[in-house]
């Protein structure tokens, strides 16, 4: 006995249903699993690093690869990557700790981060670094 046409064209149906089912679940399971996009941002990591240490952020917040400082007046910078939030108030992106380090006050009222006069390109520059560091 073997399978008639139709028989044949159900088994083959259901074969290309089952594979799809399970490349989806595999595409699906594994997703995009870092919850840290940000690795490469716009801005020179090696400029930033040393505008860190020039303007002492490292006074208040301990930042790996600077060696000014180690200061523990803010928090370690070195997991920023992985924070959903930036002081507490706006979603993670490059853009937005630039906005924070431009305007602490602005952005966070009554925060003890005081505003230190970096300007943008700096400032991006100490974000690019920042994004450097953390695991994953
Ligand atoms: C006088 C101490 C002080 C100095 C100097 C300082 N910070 Fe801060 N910083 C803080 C404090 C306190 C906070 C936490 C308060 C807040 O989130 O509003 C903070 C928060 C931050 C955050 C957000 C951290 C988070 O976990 O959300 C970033 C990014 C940051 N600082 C970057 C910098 C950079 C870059 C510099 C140098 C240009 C700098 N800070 C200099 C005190 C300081």
């Known amino acids: 006995m073997s399978l008639d046409r139709n028989g044949f064209l ?13 490349v989806g679940f595999y595409f699906v399971g594994t997703g995009d699993p870092d919850p840290a996009p940000f690795r490469n941002v716009p801005g020179d990591p090696v400029a930033g690093r040393i505008a860190l240490e020039r303007i002492g952020c490292g006074s208040c917040h301990a930042i790996d690869g600077v060696r000014v400082g180690g200061g523990r007046v803010g928090p370690a910078l070195n997991d920023l990557r992985q924070q959903r939030y930036i002081a507490g108030r706006l979603p993670n992106t490059p853009d937005n700790v630039v906005r924070f380090i431009l305007d602490p006050q602005g952005v966070s009222p009554g925060s003890a981060m005081p505003d230190l006069r970096v300007v943008d390109a700096e400032a991006r520059n100490m974000v690019a670094y920042l994004y450097t560091l953390g695991g994953r």
């Open 10 to 22: 159900i088994a083959v149906i259901v074969f290309l249903a089952a594979a799809g089912l399970a």
